[in-house]
């Protein structure tokens, strides 16, 4: 029996829990499908983000249904413009656009029709009790809370204050509106939730219109609901606020949306929490929320990381129901395996060493045609000049080099990129015993990948010509944090104590000439180093490359 080959079929997997209920709605005659992404707009997105864009506009998209947009903009003391525009520029960057961009605060008005609605059938109230005596009152798992003393007041008199708070009549902290379920729930978050609290603070979108905020629980069900959402997917945490989701959907009566859960995106040496992301900022751990080091989605961007290989990443990493942490070098082999195809080949020397050919005339120029990218023939070829001085890596010679070196040592033979075999006749060194230069003869004949003889040399070594070799400023990446899971430390210690002092290091580069048109953004091979992109740093003086990832693929090693 013979198992024909389906093209494409390779690729596909089972489906996972969110597209099997989904799949199930729509065999049901739910055809609809809306989902929404619903950012804060209190930092940038890190790549936990990308996992729930690339999620939700990913179902939205195998189903024929739409995808929203959405600002939970509910809390106006940490929120700004430029999150939300940053949020738009990334989302976009991903390679998804919205069906529509919205905002809670543009349902600021119904959510507190609803909310009367609600003081109106009895369940809800306006509470006295300040934020201490609320908490002290809510009990614990094992001890119930007890009934503010505010509990029973009549419909009028709670619509009567409710109305005042919203006219600003009550300062901050004063008093709250709170939905009346049971303070001996076993669900903590059931004891009479708070749906709104009073802020006089100024909101980016709403200005100071309001000075009464929904809380998260009430604002983001309902808007959910306003915008017919279907499947409303969130992680994990939430799933004991589902109870609470519901309660509010039914006793509105309003559009019926689901909540579903999956596990958060957690990656290894990375943390992922905005709010910590915005401490390194705030502390100039980092150069700024893009800083090629960061987990987000615009440092990735600078730092030459693909669209495509987050969201094939994203993909790969699947949906699931308990949290796990995934090892960071799965993202980078994805990166690797995008920028493999697409990026063109140059040479670099980052750690250079000079090498004199003393047999090659001086003065002399030769081109030599050079494939751009060896996986795409229609990226095309490049020449680049030769000449009797060359840089080469100071790590490609050794002096005493081990069994099975074949890269360049003491009268040993190593083939220069698209180039001729040179052999090593002298080693220079200064007064201190450092190598400064290596005198090489070069085989005349050995200019097409053979040398005249038949003789086989195994090494290969990229090299640069030094009277053309463009200087540059090369950001080589480590991880950030030195610790594995930067936001598990001990007791009295801090993410802090576990910044990598290695994380950033700059060098100086040597490049072959055609790379001083490179423009910010584009993306290279260094042959036998890396994958680098031109950073925005760039000016007509200096040109900055980052180092995007290494050739170095341990993950897929480990994982054969
Ligand atoms: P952070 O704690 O980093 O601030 P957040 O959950 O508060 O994250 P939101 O802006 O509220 O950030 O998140 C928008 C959406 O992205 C939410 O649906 C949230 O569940 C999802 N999300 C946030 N972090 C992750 C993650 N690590 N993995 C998967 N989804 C995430
Ligand atoms: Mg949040």
């Known amino acids: 029996m013979s198992i024909e080959k389906v093209e494409g079929l390779e690729n596909e997997r089972p489906l996972n829990f969110i597209e099997e209920v989904i799949e199930a709605d729509i065999a049901k005659g ?36 739409k ?31 919205w069906a529509g961009e919205h905002y809670a605060s543009d349902y ?36 119930p809370g007890k009934n503010s003393p505010w509990r029973e007041r009549s419909v009028e008199e709670n619509l009567d204050l409710f109305r005042r708070m919203r006219a600003g009549e009550f300062p901050d902290g004063s008093k709250t509106l709170r939905a009346k379920i049971d ?43 306003i915008e017919n959402v279907t499947h409303s997917i969130c992680t994990l945490e939430f799933a004991v606020h589902r109870p609470l989701y519901e309660w509010f959907i039914e006793e509105l009566g309003i559009f019926p949306s689901k909540q579903y859960e999956f596990a958060r995106l957690n990656m290894t040496y990375t943390m992922m929490s905005k709010r910590r992301l915005l401490q390194l900022v705030e502390n100039k751990v980092v150069s700024g929320w893009d800083d090629p080091r960061m987990p987000t989605i615009s440092a990735m961007r600078r730092r030459g990381y693909t669209a495509k290989a987050i969201r094939a990443f994203a993909d790969r990493v699947g949906v699931a129901k308990r949290d796990n942490i995934i090892d960071l070098g799965l ?37 030599f045609e050079c494939v751009n990218n060896p996986e795409d023939e229609s990226a095309g070829k490049r020449q680049v000049p030769f000449t009797r001085e060359i840089y080469i890596e100071r790590d490609d010679f050794m002096e005493e080099p081990p069994k099975k070196y074949f890269r360049l040592s003491p009268g040993k033979e190593v083939r220069l990129r698209y180039s001729y075999l040179i052999k090593c006749d002298e080693v220079v060194k200064d007064a201190d015993g450092n190598i400064v230069e290596l005198h090489c003869s070069y085989d005349p004949d050995s200019k097409n990948g053979s040398s005249s003889d038949g003789r086989k040399v195994k090494g290969v070594i990229h090299w640069v010509s030094a009277e053309h070799a463009k200087k540059a400023e090369i950001r080589l990446y480590n991880t950030l944090f030195t610790k594995e899971s930067p936001d598990d430390v001990a007791e009295g210690e801090t993410f802090f104590d576990y910044v990598n002092p290695e994380s950033l290091v700059t060098v100086e580069g040597l490049l072959e000439p055609s790379l001083a048109e490179a423009k910010a953004g584009d993306k290279f091979q260094f042959e036998r180093v890396g994958y680098f992109c031109v950073d ?16 170095k693929d341990s993950w897929a090693k480990q994982n054969k």
């Open 331 to 367: 993202l980078e082999f994805f990166v690797r395996e995008d920028l493999n195809k697409s990026a063109q080949r140059r040479m670099a020397v980052l750690d250079p060493i000079k090498v004199v050919i003393t047999n090659y005339p001086e003065g002399k120029t030769e081109m």
């Open 30 to 65: 739910n055809v609809n499908i809306q989902t929404r992404f619903p950012p804060e707009p209190n930092g940038y997105l890190h790549i936990g983000h990308a996992k729930s864009i690339c999620l939700n506009f990913g179902l939205a998209q195998k189903y024929g249904g």
């Open 108 to 143: 600021f008005e119904q959510l507190y029709e609803w909310a009367e609605q609600l003081i109106t059938k009895g369940k809800a109230y306006v509470d006295d009790q300040n934020q201490e005596e609320i908490r002290l009152n809510r009990g614990t798992v094992t001890v």
């Open 183 to 225: 303070m001996a729930h076993p669900n903590m978050l059931l004891r009479d939730p708070i749906m709104y609290r009073i802020l006089h603070a100024h909101h980016h979108r709403t200005g100071d219109k309001w000075c009464i905020y929904p809380m998260y629980d009430y604002a983001h069900g309902e808007s959910d609901s």
């Open 536 to 551: 925005s740093d760039s000016n007509d003086e200096k040109i900055v490359f980052n180092r995007t990832v290494t050739l």
């Open 67 to 97: 995808c929203n947009l959405r600002f939970d903009d509910t809390n106006p003391v940490k929120e700004d413009v430029e999150y939300v525009d940053s949020i738009k520029e990334d989302v976009r960057w991903l390679g998804f656009e």
